[in-house]
DNA sequence: TGATATTCTCTACAGTTGTAGAGTTTTTTG
DNA sequence: CAAAAAACTCTACAACTGTAGAGAATATCA
């Protein structure tokens, strides 16, 4: 495949992802994407005939870019570890994952939306465990960082947690989450 | 307004409710939902013209399900205070707030669904705000009951937890939620 | 370059949607 | 019981959807 091509569908994707969180799945049209992507009208039918590929493609391309951002913190986390000290790095860690519905907001919506409609979907099923695995990851790396090599970290509950003050954050339903919020909660957990 | 014609509205709200969970706001068609509600096809059309309406009503249905619940929540827990002890009432309420995603599966589904909606379109702006404070009601009132009279609950760490463990659930993402999964993070941040 | 293949854009179409209102049935009223 | 009103059901229609494929533009290659 090309460099082009490929370029377009990133672009189509990253439009399916935008309009997921501004305007939920009923807003996922082809000519809505097109739009959005700033592409001739019939470019995403073009790469992506049928619906229910293009939302499987659009899931899979959520979930690296999920995957991305956690390779991103944890490079983060090191670089901070090595010049201010592991306790500065463990901070930052906290700080991106708490504040991560509103700094990549679109793509916290989008999973919410994904998750959702997954539920629903027998085919979107697969893609819907990949965005799961994909948020629990940096969850995960922090709670590994405090827990001090226990095996029994409640991950389904520190998840939990902050999806749910995320969603209502993001929703306009809650206030900002903070680390101070959180690390109440995953020191009484572990 | 007849009981008939009251009747009849609940039937269609009802029914929005039922579609709103299992097949999210793209399944909820006035067609959709005449056949959910075994009426004649117009009939929801006749008893809401205009869908954004249809939809506040809805939620506003959904709503008072939420706090009807609440109140026999409360109605139970009187019940069993008196006759088991408050130690035994306190439990039920718990073992019902943890499990709600999964007694009343469409209620919290639709729910989730409108809160994402009413985030996007300013008209259901209100009506979110509604469905979230019925929501809320009960864990407000569990967590005064483990409180002893503190005045700075954390509703909001403790409304998110049960949201995002629950959707998770819900969604075939997670667990099923237990008392013990939450009477720790409970305990912990009062 | 000219021909051929590929890539893309545009148009068309059947099915579905929200919505309006015509037509029918039921209820109320005199 | 007849007539008027109300309640309801059905049909129609413009707008929008997913989708297919015709047509144009671009790239590849002899």
Do not use: N, W
Request: glycine letters at 6%; charged letters at 25%.
């Amino acid at each position: 495949m090309s460099s082009t091509k490929q370029a377009r569908r990133t672009l189509i994707l990253d439009a399916v992802i935008r309009l997921l969180a501004s305007r939920g799945l009923e807003g996922v049209t082809h000519r809505a994407i097109d739009e959005a992507a700033g592409l001739p009208q019939g470019s995403s039918s073009y790469y992506f005939p049928k619906k229910e590929p293009l939302l499987v493609e659009a899931s899979r391309h959520l979930a690296a870019l999920l995957e991305k951002d956690c390779d991103e913190l944890q490079v983060g986390f090191a670089e901070i570890a090595s010049r201010q000290g592991v306790d500065a790095a463990v901070a930052y860690v906290a700080g991106e994952v708490v504040s991560y519905a509103d700094t990549a907001r679109d793509l916290f919506l989008a999973r919410m939306e994904l998750t959702l409609a997954a539920s629903r979907r027998p085919e979107l099923k697969d893609v819907g465990d990949l965005l799961t695995a994909a948020a629990r990851r940096p969850i995960e790396f922090f709670l590994r960082l405090i827990s001090d090599g226990r095996a029994d970290m409640p991950i389904e509950t520190c998840a939990g947690l902050i999806d749910g003050i995320s969603l209502m954050y993001a929703t306009g339903q809650g206030p900002k989450p903070t680390t101070e919020q959180i690390a109440t909660v995953f020191r009484a957990v572990l």
